[in-house]
């Protein structure tokens, strides 16, 4: 990717409708390359940034990043090889600001991780963050694998701070009360800037930095990954900026328009009634139903779906209901309870009966237990767990609630996350009770569009000029995920390869692999180790464009061969220290892998994706329940 010198030599954050290059620049050798040690001072850091970013500590590095990464010195901290014990070599970390509106002055933090001179591969790699962000080093310290692969590594705050480091000394993303300057009052600049101005800025200034530290007029390729709101940031990036990256990796990608009617629908349906409200215990119960019915549907009992949306999956007629009248315990629900799972399940449909986000996948509510089940009983009012849930907790209520109230509604004193949004429940069909859902009336469904609409990025027209200029997309999204619903990543890809001409024709530039049993970004009870991106959380895999997605991504930008699959894998307790218990081909939608009818199916070699499979646009009851026709 060429990051043209001239084009940001004056005030660098002041482009921020601008590209960063046409994807065809080389990275040229430098004859006198600086020494790591000799990189990693501030005063040579400063000198390789472009106007308007400073080189200095920041307040916000994740706060559970070991000391000996976060003891930067004037902006700067020179790790020794295997300083964090992971295997990492020698790298300079180097944070700092950067002023992401010249007007205002408006600034985000950032932090980069340098690798030798004689080991940078020319590449350039920006992390997204999670969450509501605020912090540097969600994903954790550069990733080793990344490192001794070459990259130069960069991440950003998104251009505010996390309240809850100041209120606990804990970085935990969810926090939103950046977003209102008073009540009533929207910060603009806070929120731009998490929309889509620090991601972007952070993209042009980057690369000209990197470049400029090793003493190159360009970078060679660069590289978006990110999961979660990072996945929302890699799709904003394609679609807002589609000159920024030459590939992108965009894991679970956070919809807001889709995901706050989801999880907002999961609290709300519960908040009926005591009678409707649903324990972790029978959350899996539910789930064990879904599983019940559902498990040999893919050719083998294995205890993972393949395809949760071809189940013929009925709350009504699945899941064990209790006597008439009596209350729900862990055996059984209650008629309330079972609206309720019906609800959860069901498609969000707006005043005209159309679909404004797909109902959740039933196995979804066994890892929802610890983030949608009420971790006590709600009292009266707009604050049913606390004024600030997400100090202590992190679930649907905590964030979802909170962020349209600050987002959306601006910090309006008179938002009550009960009444707000104007929900109505009630069945579609009189004569089936099974058609129980929720219906958003259109100001709420418009207010949640128009307040995150420079980080929407689901319009499939808006990708074409990616695609147009080569660019390469690997999706990816567990289907277990119970924080950010697939079914809506599925539906976009769906609609993006009718205005593409195709799946076949879609494929030569974005690639979705869906991952059974695999949770939120990571962990999960299917195989979900392909992504080397969270170094703190996630096990260590072969970094190859046969395990890994980023590997996956550069081998398809370099050469133009793309991913016919990406295998999982599973180890014990998700500790890549202990054995593997299971491996996967994940295979591009809409293919599903097939078992062979022998050996182990914990075997990937037992297990293939063919070409033409379209197995994953099968519907049983519970795609058509989600709204997936």
Known sequence: MNVRISAIASVAVSLMTAGCGDGGGVQTA???????????????????MPTGVTVKDIPNLWTSLPAVFRATKGGVNLLAENALGDGAPAYCLVTGSFVTNSVTGKTANFAAGFPAADKWNGKYLQIGCGGNCGNVGESGAPNP???????????????????????????LESDSSW???????????????????????????????????????????????????????????????????DGIVAGAPYNPRKNHPNTMTRALVQLRSTSAQLSGAQMKLVASAMTTACDAADGVTDGLIQ??????????????????????????????????VAAIVSAARDQTGSVLAAGWSPGTLADAADTAAFPSQPAAGPDPFGPQPYLTMFNDWAFSNYTLKNIVFNGDPKYDGRTTLGQTFGLSDPADPSTFHVTFPSQTTGAIQNAFLNGTWDDPAALAPFIQKGGKLFMYHGLTDPYLNANNTVTYYENLASAEGGFAALKKNVRLFLAPGMDHCQGGAGPNAF?????????????????????????WVGTGQAPDSIIATKYTDDDSTKPVSRTMPLCPFPAQAHYSGSGSPADAANWSCADGDNSMLRLGTAGTLAGMQ
């Open 145 to 171: 694998a990344h490192l001794r692969a070459g990259f130069a590594v960069w991440q950003t705050d998104d251009g505010h701070v996390d309240g809850s480091i100041a209120a606990t000394g804990t970085s």
């Open 30 to 48: 430098s004859p006198q390359q600086p020494t790591l040690a000799e990189m990693c001072t501030t005063s040579t850091m400063q000198k390789a």
């Open 531 to 555: 992504v080397s991106q969270y170094q703190q959380f996630s096990p260590t895999i072969p970094f190859d464009p046969q395990h890994d997605a980023l590997a996956s991504l550069d081998n």
């Open 307 to 340: 395809n949760p949306n071809a189940c013929n999956f009925n709350p009504r007629k699945d899941i064990p209901m209790c006597a008439a009248g009596a209350a729900g315990s862990d055996s059984c629900l209650s008629s309330d309870q079972i609206d309720s």
């Open 179 to 245: 977003a209102v300057s008073s009540p009533g009052v929207q910060n603009t600049d806070a929120v731009q800037d998490y929309l889509h101005r620090a991601v972007h800025t952070m993209a042009v200034l980057g690369q000209h930095a990197t470049a400029s530290a090793y003493n190159v007029q360009t970078v060679k390729r660069s590289y978006f990954m990110g999961c979660s709101d990072g996945g929302r940031e890699a799709m904003v990036e394609a679609t807002k900026y589609p000159l920024d990256f």
